[in-house]
């Protein structure tokens, strides 16, 4: 129903920047939620970044003033820009949508929640 393809990711030295790319596709109605979620070797997968479709965006402390999500919803693509990154910031990158999505009637229900496969991000000097 809806696929997601996430990009961007690569190696960057300290105090550098990324900006991840997710491109959704499919049946998609509305975006009503994407969040951006990363996961370093041996830690849990946490939630770095999110935002709905009202606008509201969420951080997680350690990325506050330094990433900003947003969301082009003509193309139904949603970006992390990650300025000042650090050797912690190291981790692959997950894209999480939530999203309306249209049946081949023209019914508008809920379609669920899809994860990308994920991007890595290496900071490293």
């Known amino acids: 129903q809806v696929q997601l393809v996430e990009s961007g990711g690569g190696l960057v030295q300290p105090g550098g920047s990324l900006t991840l790319s997710c491109a959704a596709s499919?049946?998609?109605?509305?975006?009503?939620?994407a969040g951006w979620y990363r996961q370093a070797p041996g830690k849990q997968r946490e939630l770095v970044a999110s935002?709905?479709?009202?606008?509201?965006?969420n951080y997680v402390d350690s990325v506050k003033g330094r990433f900003a999500i947003s969301t082009d919803n003509a193309d139904n693509t949603v970006y992390l820009q990650m300025n000042s990154l650090k050797p912690e910031d190291t981790a692959v990158y997950y894209c999480?949508?939530?999203?309306?999505?249209?049946?081949?009637?023209?019914?508008?229900?809920?379609?669920?929640?899809?994860w990308g496969k994920g991007t890595l991000v290496t900071v490293s000097s």
């Open positions: 999480n949508v939530r999203a309306s999505i249209i049946d081949p009637d023209a019914t508008v229900r809920y379609g669920g929640s899809y």
């Open positions: 499919g049946r998609i109605f509305r975006i009503n939620y």
């Open positions: 935002i709905t479709s009202g606008g509201t965006t």
